[in-house]
């Protein structure tokens, strides 16, 4: 099978959604502002270390050379429906513990209360972040496995397009919550299911960006204002709020760069450190809270190469921005060769990672590594099997 150039890839999609944060560093090595005063060499170096590497990465990936056979057969349809059962009932069943969390916590969900999505939110902010942990939170955790795995059945021609919309709609509404990450994450991871691998029209791009903008801002801007971040749900603070979350980054990377923050806890590897305490009863310091800096508004995300800085200095920037991007890469190249759903969602993950990694670090959480896994096992099912010779 040839490989075809794809207006979706690891390096494009980083470029783009870095491009803008490329050009502030840029002119502060010319003009210097304000807002990078604290530690604004240092920020820079991070940042530029981190985007090379990753680029680095995403080129060497391009240069290695695929040994995967290519001569393939499709799973059963029976193990096709029975993967796909068993994913949407896990998922399904993690939504209505969700669902019955909240509402044992005193939220009214399906009152027509317009300060349902702040009471949620404070709520969810007191529990530490969610309301589902255990088990259920990782049967909750599998809806965006059952969106991604859906579109994939749905572009090999093993599931309806009816279908793939109606479990792909489905799980994205149980996703809703004013915590939005989720949702924006398995949107995003959609999209590169979707798009990856294909030739497409920049016509057919663009109606594409336009129509996900426009879903975007709209829940992005509801959920704003009902959680009460903008007075007015307009576009003007629309888009105000949205280019503050946008921009804001490396100013909160600027204050706090310099600080023993993260010092006593375990960052890059926190994910196996909380397993080791669940499973041995330890007690490693896991705590990846962020602190609210003025930027001048608070904000409190942060670049993923603040997390790699953190997490072991300029080595630990060069090594994992170097293995994500090549990684990316290489599982992009896998499913281009094979077709096969571990290289198409380990593909979709990551690249949803570079994406999103101008303001947080996807590849060190625990739903990361948890998708990650799930995906292989799944993969052992629902990969392609090699004719025999």
């Keep these: 099978m040839q490989l075809v150039i794809s207006a979706v890839t690891p390096a494009k999609v980083f470029l783009i959604v870095w491009l803008v944060p490329i050009g502030r560093l840029i002119s502060e090595l010319f003009i210097e502002t304000p807002d990078l005063a604290a530690n604004r060499d240092l920020v820079i170096g991070v940042c530029a270390i981190g985007i090379v590497s990753v680029l680095a990465g995403c080129l060497l990936a391009n240069n290695v050379k695929i040994h995967a056979k290519s001569d393939y ?119 590169v299911i979707w798009f990856q691998g294909k030739e497409e029209s920049w016509k057919t791009l663009a109606a594409t960006a336009v129509v996900t903008l426009v879903l975007f801002f709209s829940y992005f801007g509801v959920t704003q204002f009902y959680l009460g971040k903008i007075e007015n749900l307009d576009i003007d603070h629309i888009l105000e709020s949205a280019l503050y979350y946008y921009s804001s980054n490396l100013v909160v990377m600027d204050g706090l760069i310099g600080t023993d923050h993260f010092s006593s806890t375990w960052v890059i590897l926190n994910s196996p450190a909380r397993v080791i305490n669940v499973i041995f009863d330890a007690s490693l310091d896991v705590d990846l809270s962020v602190p609210f800096v003025p930027t001048p508004e608070p904000g409190n995300t942060l670049p993923a190469f603040y997390y790699f800085y953190k997490g072991g200095g300029f080595p630990g920037v060069i090594v994992c921005s170097l293995a994500v991007g090549f990684i990316a890469t290489y599982m992009y190249r896998m499913y281009l060769k094979t077709r096969a759903f571990v290289y198409a969602s380990m593909s979709a993950f990551f690249m949803m990672g570079l994406i999103v990694s101008v303001r947080e670090c996807m590849f060190i959480t625990y739903d990361f590594l948890y998708w990650i896994a799930v995906s292989a096992v799944m993969s052992f099912w629902l990969s392609p099997r090699a004719r025999s010779q």
């Design 73 to 191: 057969i499709a799973p059963s349809r029976m193990t096709i429906r029975v993967i796909l059962s068993t994913v949407a009932l896990l998922a399904t069943i993690g939504g209505l513990l969700s669902i019955r969390a909240w509402l044992n916590l005193g939220v009214a969900l399906f009152s027509p209360n317009i300060d349902l999505f702040s009471q949620m939110n404070v709520i969810a902010t007191e529990e530490g972040g969610g309301v589902l942990s255990g088990v259920a939170g990782r049967f909750f955790s599998l809806l965006p496995v059952l969106l991604v795995l859906s579109l994939y059945l749905c572009r090999h021609g093993q599931l309806k397009r009816y279908d793939a919309i109606v479990l792909g709609t489905y799980s994205l509404v149980l996703m809703i919550s004013p915590r939005r990450a989720m949702l924006f994450w398995s949107t995003i991871a959609a999209l």
